[in-house]
């Protein structure tokens, strides 16, 4: 299985699971500068710290949700069941892989310490797109999207950009930093 092989009609590669002892999140250089503060730093606006790194050898790139915070349930007034999803597109938008998080149960700040490992070559890592959406699971089909934010060639934010840009920079050492997630 190539790692961006994926041609019309194919089956979607998922991307593997590993076990995630405890986080081994180095802060990224760049997110100890004090940052100017938005309306969401000041507000309880839905929050997710991520966990990247890539080993150019392998051409793993592992990604781990570690936890949310400030998660709601706009629907009714009791703690979500939520779960995060993580799309790879590749430069034209097409998904090449996707999985999802267990299903954190009655948790306005969710710990998943969970990681998912991408196959993705160092020439075509530039070229790629991580999509990271919170949704909240309502009932048994229903579901409402928390929040999501995109790193990689279309990052969604300059915060998301310059994380991927330290992910690449660390030779493999994991760099981790929170997000602000955006409405869907």
Same mark, same amino acid.
């Given at each position: 299985m190539s790692p961006m092989a994926n041609?019309?009609?194919?089956?979607?590669?998922?991307? $593997?699971r590993v076990q995630t002892p405890s986080s081994a999140c180095r802060p990224s250089p760049r997110a100890t500068?004090?940052?100017?503060?938005?309306?969401?730093?000041?507000?309880?606006?839905?929050?997710?710290?991520?966990?990247?790194?890539?080993?150019? $050898?392998?051409?793993?790139?592992?990604?781990?949700?570690?936890?949310?915070?400030?998660?709601?349930n706009l629907a009714i007034n009791r703690p979500p069941d939520t779960y995060g999803?993580? $799309?790879?597109l590749n430069s034209m938008g097409q998904?090449?892989?996707?999985?999802?998080?267990?299903?954190?149960?009655?948790?306005?700040?969710p710990v998943y310490k969970e990681t998912f490992v991408f196959q993705v070559a160092l020439f075509q890592l530039s070229d790629v797109t991580l999509m990271v959406s919170i949704?909240?699971?309502?009932?048994?089909?229903?579901?409402?999207?928390?929040?999501?934010?995109?790193?990689?060639q279309n990052s969604s934010g300059e915060e998301e950009q310059l994380h991927?840009?330290?992910?690449?920079?660390?030779?493999g050492q994991q760099v981790c930093r929170w997000h602000v997630l955006l409405e869907s």
């Open positions: 041609v019309p009609g194919s089956a979607i590669n998922h991307c $593997t500068a004090p940052r100017p503060l938005s309306p969401c730093r000041t507000a309880a606006c839905p929050e997710l710290l991520i966990g990247l790194s890539y080993n150019a $050898t392998t051409g793993r790139l592992s990604v781990e949700l570690i936890k949310g915070s400030h998660f709601r999803k993580l $799309t790879l998904e090449i892989s996707r999985c999802k998080t267990s299903i954190r149960r009655g948790q306005p700040n949704y909240n699971r309502r009932s048994m089909k229903r579901k409402e999207m928390v929040g999501w934010i995109s790193m990689g991927w840009q330290d992910m690449k920079e660390s030779r």
